[in-house]
Structure formats: structure tokens, C-alpha cells
């Protein structure tokens, strides 16, 4: 039962008892008291079938999970908030809620059911972990820290504040990397020895701070390339050993140093019979975002990304092609539904998308850029390790 309900306990009402000589009106009188105790039960949990919600940083990502959200019965949007007070307000009118432009007010003067975190966690990481000890849910657009080790540090304080703390991973309800994930769990490919993921930014364009490895974290690798890391993390085994090499587009070398990655190639080895690899750029102004997987196995090559998934054979015929038309916002209306249910009925739904699963994803991350700087192979594991975490067991995917 949620918590303050009254429940009828079957005892009689004092009306009732001095009534009890007239035994008609003694039942009537029960029967009022009962539906009075049900109405009062349908109320309470007509209250506890919606989350208040507030919206922490304001930006394009945001305002798609906003605008989803607002249409979504399970979320009350009832504050905005971002250090630009004019577009907080904009906003805030838009969809009839309050408007902050002080991060610290929006937690210390509300008790909210969830959060949704778009700022970057150089400006909020502060107020997030407010807002947990607040018991306050947190869904946080990708990535979910600035680091490993800030990302361990949230999933620690969320087991210890007993919240949710979630990421928001849209690619897991894409159809196109859905199909890839359901035809690799049934066994339609066997003896895979090769993975490629490409991910290309395309005309995107970065805020200042995003080129500042303190503030932002890392570059195209962790800000732009998250998604796609999720897919390969969802789908197979934590890599034994991770090797990187990063650039970036300043021209001074020395510059080169203070300034975040436009290009990462990451070699991935998954065993001694199976290898992988990352590409990952960005560059502003030039074609759209494209994000693709291929998976080579025995007689079978399989290719997801841009909406299409598609099954060829070894000599690179098609023999199965599937087109999706979806929009993002079809993906973050499954995101947020999910992160909502979790909440509000645990029992019976998962959320999907938890911080302890993405501390996989960073973890192979962290290796990435440890590589990077040593120049030398480096193991996710042995990053897990270091926060008694265990590597996931192979096909990790099929135990959601």
C-alpha cells in the first residue's frame, strides 16, 4: 500500500454502532463508509501514478526529453532551470512550470520525485548529489560523469540514498540496433571474430566548455561516441584489453595538450579469436551524424545504423534488409516510460538503463584515454576492479 493511505479496517463506525438497533440503516452506514475509504484510496493512488519533475540544464538534448516528457502521463514538469534566466523563462512558460537560474534554489526549495540533468556535470554535480540525499531520482542525459571515478561515486550514493540513478541511453530502443541485439541473442550469427563501430558527429555544434578536458571530461570519445560504446557494451563482453590513439584539430602541438579529442581510434580486443574496433570524429559543419556497427561472424556480415539493419552474406550480398522510420523522440519517449515505471512499480518493470550497467561503458572508456596517455594496451576490468565491480558476463544483454 503507498505510504499514508487509510485503510478500512472492517471495525464499525461510531455512527454506526449507535444506529446498530436499526440494522438497515447500520448497513447503508458501512456501505457509505467504505465507498468514502475507497474514493479516498483511488485518490491517493491516482497521486502516486505521476512523478514531479524538474529539467536541470536547458540545451537541444533537453528540449527533446522536455517536449517527450510533457506528453508522457507518468512526469508533472513542474520547474526548469538554467544559468541563462531569459531562456529558463522561456521555457518555464512553454510548458506552465517555474523557472530557476540558480541550480541550488531548484533543489533546496522543492521536493521532486525525479530529475532530468542536461547541463554538463562541471556546473551541476554538486546539486545532483543535493538532490539525491533529497531522495530524488536522477535520469541523466549521456554521458553519466565526468570519469570513472565520478561515475562510481553516483551509483554509490544512489545505493546508499536507495534512488534511482539512470542514463539515459536512447540507442537501447532504437529498431535498427534492437534488431542487431534480438538477431545476435537468438544465434543468428556464430563464431564472430570482427567489430567495427563508426561514429561520425556531423554539423554539430560544441559548446566552449566541451573543448576543456576539466570541465567536459573528454572530447568526441566520451561526449559524442557514448551511444554507440553503450551498443557494443550491451552486446558483448567487456573488452580484455583497450589500446587509443587521440588528435585534435588545434595546430600548435602544445595547444594539442589543453584541448579535448576530435578523433579517436580505439582498438578493442574481446579475446584471442575476436577483435574490435572504434573510429570516432567530429567536426562542425560537415554532413549528418551517423553512427554504425558491423558485425562479421561465419557467412555472415551485420550492418545497424542510420534506421537500416541489414543480414549479408560472406561475399557481402544482402539476403536481409530492414528500413526504420523513427524519429528520437520514439526512442526518448521509451527511455523516460521506462525510467518512470521503474519507479513508480519496481516490482514489475527494470529500469534498463542503470548507472552500475554504464559503469561498464566507462570503464572501457577510462581505459581509452589511460591508453592515450601511456601508450600502452590498458584493462577495463582491472578499472572495475578498482570499485569491486565485476566485468558482466558474456551476451550481458541477454539477462535484461
Request: charged share 20%; proline share 4%.
Amino acid at each position: 500500500p503507498c505510504a499514508g493511505t487509510f485503510h478500512y479496517t472492517g471495525q464499525e463506525p461510531a455512527a454506526a454502532g449507535r444506529l446498530k438497533s436499526q440494522r438497515g440503516n447500520y448497513q447503508r452506514s458501512v456501505f457509505a463508509f467504505k465507498k468514502i475509504i475507497n474514493s479516498q484510496r483511488g485518490c491517493e493512488e491516482q497521486t502516486m501514478n505521476y512523478l514531479r519533475t524538474a529539467v536541470l540544464g536547458i540545451n537541444d538534448a533537453s528540449c527533446v526529453l522536455l517536449e517527450t516528457a510533457s506528453k508522457i502521463p507518468y512526469f508533472q514538469i513542474q520547474a526548469v532551470a538554467d544559468k541563462d534566466t531569459k531562456l529558463a523563462e522561456k521555457i518555464a512558460a512553454q510548458y506552465h512550470c517555474t523557472a530557476y537560474d540558480d541550480y541550488r534554489q531548484l533543489i533546496i526549495q522543492n521536493q521532486f520525485d525525479c530529475l532530468l540533468v542536461a547541463a554538463g556535470m562541471h556546473s551541476c554535480d554538486e546539486y545532483v548529489r543535493m538532490a539525491m540525499k533529497k531522495k530524488c531520482n536522477i535520469l541523466k542525459l549521456s554521458p553519466p560523469a565526468r570519469n570513472f571515478e565520478e561515475a562510481a561515486e553516483f551509483v554509490l550514493l544512489a545505493e546508499n540514498e536507495k534512488v534511482k540513478f539512470a542514463v539515459a541511453n536512447p540507442g537501447r530502443f532504437s529498431a535498427c540496433f534492437t534488431a542487431l541485439n534480438q538477431f545476435i541473442q537468438q544465434g543468428g550469427i556464430e563464431q564472430i571474430f570482427l567489430i567495427t563501430a563508426v561514429y561520425a558527429a556531423g554539423n554539430h555544434n560544441f559548446a566552449p566548455w566541451e573543448t576543456d578536458p576539466r570541465l567536459s571530461g573528454g572530447g568526441v570519445l566520451l561526449r559524442n561516441s557514448y551511444q554507440l560504446i553503450d551498443q557494443l557494451m550491451c552486446n558483448f563482453e567487456i573488452p580484455q584489453h583497450v589500446y587509443c590513439l587521440t588528435t585534435n584539430q588545434a595546430m600548435d602541438k602544445k595547444q594539442r595538450l589543453y584541448l579535448t579529442e576530435d578523433i579517436a581510434v580505439v582498438t578493442l580486443k574481446f579475446s584471442d579469436t575476436c577483435f574490435g574496433s572504434l573510429l570516432a570524429s567530429r567536426q562542425a559543419g560537415i554532413g549528418t551524424e551517423k553512427q554504425i556497427i558491423k558485425v562479421y561472424g561465419k557467412d555472415k556480415i551485420l550492418t545497424a545504423g542510420d534506421k537500416q539493419f541489414s543480414v549479408c552474406n560472406g561475399m557481402g550480398l544482402i539476403s536481409e534488409q530492414y528500413s526504420y522510420d523513427e524519429n528520437p523522440s520514439d526512442s526518448t519517449k521509451k527511455v523516460l516510460e521506462n525510467f518512470a515505471l521503474g519507479i513508480l512499480m519496481p516490482d514489475k518493470n527494470r529500469i534498463c538503463s542503470s548507472a552500475g550497467e554504464n559503469l561498464r561503458n566507462m570503464a572501457l572508456i577510462e581505459s581509452a584515454y589511460l591508453s592515450a596517455r601511456t601508450g600502452m594496451p590498458e584493462e577495463p576490468a582491472r578499472i572495475l576492479r578498482m570499485a569491486q565491480v565485476e566485468p558482466t558476463i558474456l551476451w550481458p544483454a541477454a539477462s535484461r
